[in-house]
C-alpha cells in the first residue's frame, strides 16, 4: 500500500539561508527594499543631510563684537547677500555661467549634428575620442596648461603679436569689464578655461538627443515645402531640447560652483565658490558662507522648474 506525499511549500530547502529564500520568494517587494536601503541611506544621511546642515547652517549668524556664530534663527545672513560687494560676486557668478553655457550650446550643436547625422565607423570613433579625451586627463594640469598659453608669454600672446593684433588684444585687455592686463587673469581668460573645460559634457548631451531624431522626419519636411532654416526652428530644434538642457545643467551648475579656475585663471574679483571658501577658512563666518552655497542650489532649482515649464522634459 503506498502512500501520497505532499511537498509542502519551502520544505525543500532547508536552514537560515532557505528560509530566506522562501521569504524573499514570496515578499519580492522586502528584497527590493533591502538592496535599495544601502544607497538610499548613504544618500539620505550624507548627501541630503549635508545639505540640509549646509541650509540649516544659513540661517545663523555672526556675532559682530565676538566673531562667533549665534545659534539663533535669524535673516540676517541672507540680508548680508544683498549688499553690493556681496550681490556683485553672484551677479558676476551668474552672467559667467550663462555665457559659458550658451557659448557651449552655439559650439556644440554643429559638432554633435555632424556626428549624429554624418559621421559613421571611425569617423564616429574619432569624434568619441576628441570628446572624451580631455576628460580623462587631469583636471588642475588641463587648468595650468591653459593659464602657461594665456599668459603673457603665451602662445595666443605670440599669435596676436605676429599677426599685429597686439594692441588690439591690449586695448581689450584694459577696459574695466574684462577685469585684468592679461589674458590669464581676465575674465576672457575665465571664460575660455570653463568652455574649454566644460564644453564635452555640453556635446554628448545633444549628440545623444540628436541621435534619437529620426531622418524620415527631416525628409517629410523638406517634402512638405519647409526651408532648412524652418526645419531647423520647428523639428530638429525642440528634438533636441532636451538634450541642451541636460547640457546646461552640467555647464551651468558647474560653473555656478566652482573654485579652482577663477582662483587660478580668474582676475582679483571673486566668484561663488571662491567667497566660500574665503568666509568658511580665514574669515570664519561659516552662516554666510553657506548662504553663498545656498545661491546656486536656488538658481539651479529655478532654471530646472523653468525648463519643466517650457516642456524641456516632455521628450525625455
Known amino acids: 500500500m503506498s502512500r501520497a506525499f505532499t511537498v509542502q511549500p519551502g520544505s525543500v530547502h532547508t536552514g537560515v539561508a532557505g528560509r530566506l529564500s522562501d521569504l524573499f520568494w514570496r515578499r519580492p517587494k522586502l528584497l527590493l ?22 541650509l540649516l547652517q544659513s540661517f545663523f549668524s555672526i556675532d559682530e563684537f565676538s566673531g562667533l556664530i549665534q545659534y539663533e534663527f535669524t535673516l540676517k545672513t541672507y540680508r548680508e547677500l544683498l549688499r553690493p560687494a556681496n550681490y556683485d560676486i553672484i551677479l558676476r557668478t551668474t552672467l559667467m555661467a550663462a555665457a559659458v553655457t550658451l557659448a557651449s550650446v552655439v559650439i556644440a550643436f554643429p559638432i554633435s549634428y555632424f556626428a549624429a547625422r554624418y559621421a559613421r565607423g571611425r569617423m564616429k570613433a574619432i569624434f568619441y575620442l576628441g570628446v572624451m579625451l580631455p576628460l580623462w586627463s587631469s583636471y588642475l594640469v588641463k587648468v595650468y596648461a591653459w593659464k602657461l598659453i594665456l599668459a603673457k608669454e603665451g602662445i595666443l600672446s605670440w599669435f596676436f603679436d605676429s599677426v599685429g593684433l597686439m594692441p588690439v588684444l591690449e586695448a581689450v585687455l584694459a577696459l574695466p569689464v574684462i577685469g585684468g592686463n592679461s589674458l590669464s587673469v581676465s575674465y576672457i581668460g575665465t571664460f575660455l578655461v570653463f568652455l574649454y573645460v566644460w564644453l564635452p559634457f555640453m556635446i554628448l548631451p545633444i549628440q545623444a538627443s540628436l541621435e534619437r531624431v529620426p531622418a524620415n522626419l527631416l525628409e517629410a519636411s523638406g517634402d512638405l515645402g519647409a526651408s532648412q532654416g524652418q526645419t531647423f526652428r520647428y523639428v530638429v530644434l525642440p528634438l533636441a531640447l532636451p538634450g541642451i538642457v541636460a547640457g546646461s545643467i552640467f555647464t551651468f551648475s558647474l560653473t555656478l560652483g566652482d573654485y579652482i579656475i577663477p582662483q587660478i585663471v580668474g582676475s582679483s574679483r571673486l566668484f561663488i565658490g571662491q567667497a566660500v571658501y574665503a568666509h568658511q577658512g580665514t574669515a570664519g563666518n561659516i552662516p554666510l558662507a553657506a548662504a553663498f552655497a545656498v545661491v546656486p542650489i536656488i538658481i539651479m532649482a529655478f532654471y530646472l522648474w523653468m525648463a519643466k515649464r517650457k516642456g524641456a522634459f516632455d521628450a525625455l
Open 33 to 54: 527594499a533591502l538592496m535599495l536601503a544601502p544607497p538610499l541611506l548613504w544618500l539620505g544621511i550624507i548627501y541630503v543631510g549635508s545639505l540640509f546642515s549646509l
